[in-house]
């Protein structure tokens, strides 16, 4: 369940950026929409990005592979996007698919999506400004392009909700129903269970509501959150103002843990 965080930050403001010096058993955990990728258009607009592969090359490098893309996206799409084998751990749809070199992992359908899937397509064939999309375990449907259908979105996904049983997950100009069971938060803490993550500080950046469950995940599990963008309430400890300004950090704080090792 997506929630602000501890009372101490449900009236958060002026969150600081992080320190680019972090400690060498750091873990990453990064978003892909505002916060590795800036905003576009259409879901589709995002594509693979040379600058991007290989900062996160680096990052693999200086943090011995404990680094992990958790997306709103399907699998498939971060493949698209990222590359195959870009990155060793990925989670997907929020964390209802997961990715590791032991394989992969995926939770089962909800029996409400076939009905969310209807209502949601039916929709964006009254309003060409919508975008649906079909991620097998949730469907989503984006108003971006169309604002003022905002409103009839939003509540058609709030009757589904109630109808289905399925998750609602609101994002970017975009509401989702989603199958419940797991979120990015639990991606965080089934991914620090994983041997190369043993006794790892997490770092969880995002920038969406969806990415507040990552940042209580690595904030109960001993590390924070680095919020993306404008000043909200959250569970982050820190904010970046958005994908350049998080690209420049990665940069240092890989840096940081390179030069930490060389010293040792
Ligand atoms: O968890 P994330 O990696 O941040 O993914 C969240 C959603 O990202 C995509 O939608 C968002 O980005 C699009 C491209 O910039 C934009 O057009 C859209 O309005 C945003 O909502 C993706 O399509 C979703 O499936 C993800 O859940």
New binding site residues.
């Given amino acids: 369940m997506t929630t602000y965080g501890s009372a101490a930050r449900l009236a958060s403001s002026d969150l600081p950026p992080p320190p680019t010096s972090i400690p060498t058993n750091s873990a990453l955990f990064l978003?892909?929409?505002?916060?590795l990728?800036?905003?576009?258009?259409?879901?589709d607009?995002?594509g693979p990005d040379a600058a991007r592969a290989a900062l996160i090359a680096r990052l693999r490098e200086a943090f011995e592979d404990r680094v992990a893309v958790?997306?709103?996206?399907s699998l498939d799409d971060l493949s698209r996007i990222l590359g195959d084998g870009a990155l060793a751990y990925m989670a997907g749809v929020?964390g209802l698919e997961r990715r590791t070199p032991e394989g992969v992992f995926r939770a089962q359908p909800h029996e409400g999506l076939a009905e969310a899937r209807d209502v949601l397509a039916d929709l964006a064939r009254c309003d060409r400004g919508l975008i649906f999309?079909d991620?097998h375990l949730s469907v989503?449907l984006?108003y971006?392009n169309t604002p003022l259908a905002a409103d009839a979105v939003i509540e058609a996904a709030e009757r589904l909700k109630r109808q289905t049983g399925l998750v609602l997950q609101l994002?970017?100009?975009?509401a989702?129903l989603r199958t419940p069971g797991q979120d990015k938060g639990s991606s965080v803490a089934a991914l620090l269970r994983e041997p190369a993550f043993d006794g790892a500080l997490p770092i969880f950046i995002?920038?969406?509501l969806?990415?507040e469950d990552g940042f209580e995940a690595a904030r109960r599990l001993g590390g924070y959150g680095v919020l993306v963008g404008p000043e909200r309430p959250s569970a982050a400890s820190y904010r970046l103002d958005g994908p350049e300004a998080v690209h420049a950090w990665l940069d240092a704080a890989a840096k940081s843990v390179t030069e930490s090792e060389v010293t040792r």
């Fill in positions: 978003d892909l929409d505002g916060t990728a800036p905003i576009m258009p259409r879901p607009d995002v958790i997306s709103g996206r929020h999309e991620k989503g984006h971006r994002g970017d100009m975009v989702e995002g920038d969406d969806t990415d």
